[in-house]
């Protein structure tokens, strides 16, 4: 590289401090130049290269787009990594000026003499060691403003969790949202006690004319699409089995608590979708009964219907509904059906995990909390999401909560819950038997 200017040397310099300008001279000499325009890709990057002048952007593949890191300018070293022998990251050098590189291979670093290759060498030591002090620091930086951001998300996140219990308006309103059916209570209750088995949900329904109509004509009904006409509620019990004919059966009550709207016909469909998950998720961690599980997973959106009415009946006040938070309103029609706080204290929680770490989860609902919460998370996996790691702000640490701390999302859903799921495939609602069949042609070897 000849004819030197003095504001090239002066970036060599920068860049080589240590070297003497006449070592300086022959490595360049051994070296060549690239220049680009602006917006040109450097495309070669198996060498480094000291920028004489212009600027460079460098930027990488992040959080599902490509991001600008920095700009690299005169003086300063690009790529200089390869020359340790580590190979780069998948990191894009774009010029953003018109810019001139000297290009440092291997071949011209060896080509010095062992005097010259040695100072080179404690020279390009001095600039990865500076850099990986600066590493550190932005490190901390970024430590410090997570906490500061986790901190704040914490803070608006709690914003909305408030007591309306006395709040007379969402008390009329709770008090006008129609009662979960006896059948369904009173199952609820049972399961929840461990008081019932399979023979006497078969009785409870047998006592109840209405009910076992409704159980049949459900069962043979497209939600199921079973091939075979299902006559009695014993055959049922065999086809279905024990969880199965409960959610049926209390996810029917839920129904009836719920506006005939569309929308709600959706929103038990995905209760009824986290219920299945629930019961696997925690069957498969051995955490909490399973069918206790399930029964969360049905009433986890309840307090949508209270949301429904309250805009109904108050719709100039609509823009400032949309902060009453309706986990809380779940929790509070719940406690007003008289359910056990186990369920009720659950549903309150079931969002933490989108804003704050288990920690802030009380103890006796923690457990329940991250299962509907990984329950979630498979259902959006199974539904199609793309996949990311982690899904969530504090996915790794519910993750600890049931004691699975070494997998990742796609392994909860498709080596541990998805199997289990399809092994009784053919007992589900038929659009959960939908998503599974999709996911095992997709994935055949599940």
């Known amino acids: 590289m000849q004819d030197l200017d003095e504001r090239k040397i002066t970036s060599l310099q920068t860049a080589l401090n240590g070297m003497q300008p006449e070592q300086i001279r022959t490595l360049s000499e051994l070296s060549e130049v690239r220049s680009l325009r602006p917006g040109d890709l450097l495309d070669e990057t198996a060498h480094a290269y000291v920028i004489l002048d212009g600027e460079v952007d460098v930027f990488r593949y992040l959080g599902?787009?490509?991001?600008?890191?920095?700009?690299h300018r005169a003086g300063q070293w690009l790529n200089e990594a390869v020359l340790t022998g580590v190979n780069g990251n998948d990191d894009a050098f774009v010029a953003n000026a018109p810019t001139r590189m000297m290009e440092v291979k291997q071949s011209s670093i060896d080509a010095l003499n062992e005097k010259t290759r040695l100072v080179f060498y404690q020279c390009l030591n001095r600039v990865l060691a500076q850099q990986a002090q600066a590493c550190v620091a932005r490190e901390k930086l970024y430590a410090e403003q997570n906490v500061a951001l986790k901190e704040q998300i914490l803070t608006e996140g709690l914003k909305t969790r408030k007591d309306y219990g006395q709040v007379e308006m969402i008390q009329r309103i709770v008090e006008k949202v129609p009662r979960l059916p006896v059948f369904a209570s009173s199952l609820a209750f049972k399961l929840l006690e461990d008081r019932i088995s399979a023979s006497e949900v078969a009785r409870l329904?047998?006592?109840?004319?209405?009910?076992?109509?409704?159980?049949?004509k459900t069962i043979n009904s497209a939600y199921y699409s079973f091939q075979e006409k299902i006559v009695d509620i014993n055959h049922a019990v065999v086809i279905l089995g024990f969880n199965e004919l409960y959610q049926l059966i209390v996810g029917e009550g839920i129904r009836r608590t719920l506006p005939n709207v569309s929308t709600f016909q959706k929103l038990y469909i995905h209760c009824s979708a986290i219920s299945h998950l629930a019961f696997v998720v925690s069957q498969v961690a051995q955490i909490e009964r399973p069918t206790h599980m399930a029964t969360a997973g049905l009433l986890h959106a309840v307090g949508e219907t209270v949301m429904y009415f309250l805009h109904k009946q108050n719709a100039k006040l609509s823009i400032f509904l949309d902060f009453i938070n309706s986990d809380q309103l779940g929790a509070l029609l719940l406690k007003h059906w008289n359910l056990p706080e186990s369920i009720h204290a659950t549903i309150a929680h079931k969002t933490y995990p989108d804003f704050a770490p288990p920690e802030k989860v009380p103890d006796a609902v923690r457990e329940k909390v991250a299962i509907l919460h990984l329950a979630h998370l498979c259902l959006m996996q199974l539904k199609g999401?793309?996949?990311?790691?982690?899904?969530?702000?504090?996915?790794?640490?519910?993750?600890?909560?049931l004691h699975w701390d070494q997998l990742d999302w796609h392994t909860i859903t498709f080596k541990k819950v998805l199997p289990v799921l399809a092994k009784h495939s053919d007992t589900l609602p038929s659009y959960l038997?939908?998503?599974?069949?999709?996911?095992?042609?997709?994935?055949?070897?599940i």
């Open 385 to 401: 999401a793309k996949p990311k790691d982690p899904p969530s702000m504090y996915f790794n640490d519910y993750c600890h909560v």
């Open 64 to 71: 599902g787009r490509t991001r600008r890191l920095t700009t």
């Open 205 to 216: 329904v047998k006592e109840d004319p209405s009910l076992l109509a409704l159980v049949l």
């Open 433 to 445: 038997r939908k998503l599974i069949n999709d996911q095992n042609r997709a994935m055949p070897d």
